[in-house]
């Protein structure tokens, strides 16, 4: 089983910053991929950035793209993200999901979610 804490969030305004954290507990996995997830209110869980821990391979979703960046630990088994010029858009709650495996980008491929963090942009 494994657990994932999240850390990080908050408000922040137009064009401002948020780093968020994601720290996993118990994988037994080498190949193992940690991503970022969203959800906005009335909207479906999209992906925002996946990081490959077994080979650093990283994905990000075209909005996020030259915004965000992910970057992971593997010996400490922690991945984040850094959410530059942020905008209204960017406001739900950002989820941390790990799987055994390569980078999906499908919410289903996804066998352990962390609890969710909300990111709250104001105009």
């Known amino acids: 089983q494994v657990d994932l804490v999240e850390s990080g969030g908050g408000l922040a305004q137009l064009g401002g910053s948020l780093r968020l954290s994601c720290a996993a507990s118990g994988r037994t996995s080498n190949n193992f991929a940690v991503s970022w997830f969203r959800q906005a209110p009335g909207k479906l869980r999209e992906i925002v950035a996946g990081f490959s821990m077994s080979t650093g391979t990283v994905y990000y979703g075209d909005y996020v793209k030259g915004r965000f960046t992910i970057s992971g630990d593997n010996a400490k088994n922690t991945v984040a993200l850094q959410m530059n010029s942020l905008e209204p858009d960017d406001t739900a709650v950002y989820y941390c999901?790990?799987?055994?495996?390569?980078?999906?980008?499908?919410?289903?491929?996804?066998?352990?979610w962390g609890q969710g963090t909300q990111v709250t942009v104001s105009s």
């Open positions: 999901a790990a799987r055994d495996g390569w980078i999906s980008t499908s919410v289903q491929a996804y066998d352990y």
